[in-house]
T-cell receptor, first 113, second 112 residues
Framework: GESVGLHLPTLSVQEGDNSIINCAYS??????FIWYKQESGKGPQFIID?????DKRQGQRVTVLLNKTVKHLSLQIAATQPGDSAVYFC????????????FGAGTRLFVKA | KAGVTQTPRYLIKTRGQQVTLSCSPI?????VSWYQQTPGQGLQFLFE???????NKGNFPGRFSGRQFSNSRSEMNVSTLELGDSALYLC???????????FGPGTRLTVL
């Protein structure tokens, strides 16, 4: 498949373990944050989002934590499965006329069976 | 509902040519954003349209342009192609302001 990034940080976890993917964002004016998953040859797929008035949000097997003090975002995946293997991007969004979304470099997650 | 569709999926052009890429958003979505994805630069924002108006633009040269039609479909155009324009061009649609964006599969452009 197509590579979305040749020199991405990589996280390797055992199937069934929990995964934590971290992201530092840059703009203190950002007030909306999103995590995307991108599999080889596909466009990014929305996983979960969080607004700046929250510090935690849970979805199905995923949790996003937001620490505005240190401008840090994390994605926790419970009971990681082989199908979770992909590149994960965090994105921050802020108002500037309309809104602008800036993506992080991505983290490649490998799940070992 | 059908997802975001992009055409063509693959394109090969030579330097100096121009190219037009098309994006059909999810039915009912009025916002369309375009991104360029390369291994070296990652995902970079190109522009965003809402109700036929460009609301935001990224830091790309004027060779990159776009437009949105009354049915929310969008096109982007790249003129005078350069080798560095080779990339995956992604389109994302949303219902409105600051809504979740849903991405299409992308158009893989190769410039020779």
């Amino acid at each position: 498949g197509e590579s979305v990034g040749l020199h991405l940080p990589t996280l390797s976890v055992q199937e069934g373990d929990n995964s934590i993917i971290n992201c530092a964002y840059s703009n203190s004016a950002s007030d909306y944050f999103i995590w995307y998953k991108q599999e080889s040859g596909k466009g990014p797929q929305f996983i979960i989002d969080i607004r700046s008035n929250m510090d935690k949000r849970q979805g199905q097997r995923v949790t996003v934590l937001l620490n505005k003090t240190v401008k840090h975002l994390s994605l926790q995946i419970a009971a990681t499965q082989p199908g979770d293997s992909a590149v994960y991007f965090c994105a921050e969004s802020y108002r500037t006329g309309g809104f602008k979304t800036i993506f992080g470099a991505g983290t490649r997650l490998f799940v070992k069976a | 509902k059908a997802g975001v569709t992009q055409t063509p999926r693959y394109l090969i052009k030579t330097r100096g040519q121009q190219v037009t890429l098309s994006c059909s958003p999810i039915s009912g979505h009025r916002s369309v954003s375009w991104y360029q994805q390369t291994p070296g630069q990652g995902l970079q924002f190109l522009f965003e349209y809402f109700s036929e108006t460009q609301r935001n633009k990224g830091n790309f040269p004027g060779r990159f342009s776009g437009r949105q039609f009354s049915n929310s479909r969008s096109e982007m155009n790249v003129s005078t192609l350069e080798l560095g324009d080779s990339a995956l061009y992604l389109c994302a649609s949303g219902q409105g302001f600051r809504d979740t964006q849903y991405f299409g599969p992308g158009t893989r452009l190769t410039v020779l």
